[in-house]
């Protein structure tokens, strides 16, 4: 009912940038929350940001703050994620998630109806 596609991943030197997108279709998503979670090899998956869809909270883990940025486009369905300053321990896979029960950015994973398959963000030292 809901698809989600993450782009705009891939490798970055620490201290840089990456902005990645998450184009969303289906019904419902007026009404939606939505967040970027991420994953790193032997971790749990972990919130990074989250957003209402029309744009009026926001939402951020503490160790993104102040660099990272979410925002959405809601003519092109579409949320971002812009992460700046990067930092090594933000490699993962990062994920773009739908919550269509309420309207706000859900810090809990299991709150999420629909996923992105995820995409890989790599930081070297």
């Known amino acids: 009912q809901v698809q989600l596609r993450e782009s705009g991943g891939g490798l970055v030197q620490a201290g840089g940038s990456l902005g990645v997108s998450c184009a969303a279709s289906g019904r419902g998503l007026s009404r939606s929350g939505m967040g970027w979670f991420r994953q790193a090899p032997g971790k749990e998956r972990e919130f990074v940001a989250g957003i209402r869809w029309s744009g009026s909270r926001t939402y951020y883990a503490d160790f993104v703050k102040g660099r990272f940025t979410i925002s959405i486009d809601n003519p092109k369905n579409t949320v971002y994620l812009q992460m700046n300053s990067l930092k090594p321990e933000d490699t993962a896979v990062y994920y773009c998630?739908?919550?269509?029960?309420?309207?706000?950015?859900?810090?809990?994973?299991?709150?999420?109806?629909?996923w992105g398959q995820g995409i890989q963000v790599t930081v070297s030292s």
């Open positions: 998630a739908a919550d269509v029960d309420t309207y706000y950015g859900s810090p809990i994973p299991t709150d999420y109806d629909y």
